[in-house]
Nanobody, 118 residues
């Protein structure tokens, strides 16, 4: 069984920074991709950024140039560095992983709250 555990959420001021981390644990054969999604109150969950095991990245237009996703394959951990935060970045951020154990499956973390407010 694979578990994704997020950390690093919290409160930041507009223009500030936060760094999220998501560690995958369990018997993992390979990580095909990991990513971050977010869900604000009253809105649908949306993609923030994804990264493949090989390091190819994809970002939502709303975060390009402000957020950076990275992966440490040795630690099975994905990071999201969030800079120049805006109030509209406020949401619960969920880690997502397409991970192969005996077969590829999609896993989700429990979510971590990010609040951007002065």
């Amino acid at each position: 069984q694979v578990q994704l555990v997020e950390s690093g959420g919290g409160l930041a001021q507009p223009g500030g920074s936060l760094r999220l981390a998501c560690a995958a644990s369990g018997i993992i054969f390979s990580i095909n991709s990991m990513g971050w999604y977010r869900q604000a109150p009253g809105k649908q969950r949306e993609l923030v950024a994804t990264i493949t095991g090989g390091g190819s990245t994809n970002y939502a237009d709303s975060v390009k140039g402000r957020f950076t996703i990275s992966i440490d394959n040795d630690k099975n951990t994905v990071y999201l560095q969030m800079n120049s935060l805006k109030p509209e970045d406020t949401a619960v951020y969920y880690c997502n992983g397409r991970i192969t154990t005996t077969r590829e499956r999609t896993y989700w973390g429990q979510g971590t709250q990010v609040t951007v407010s002065s």
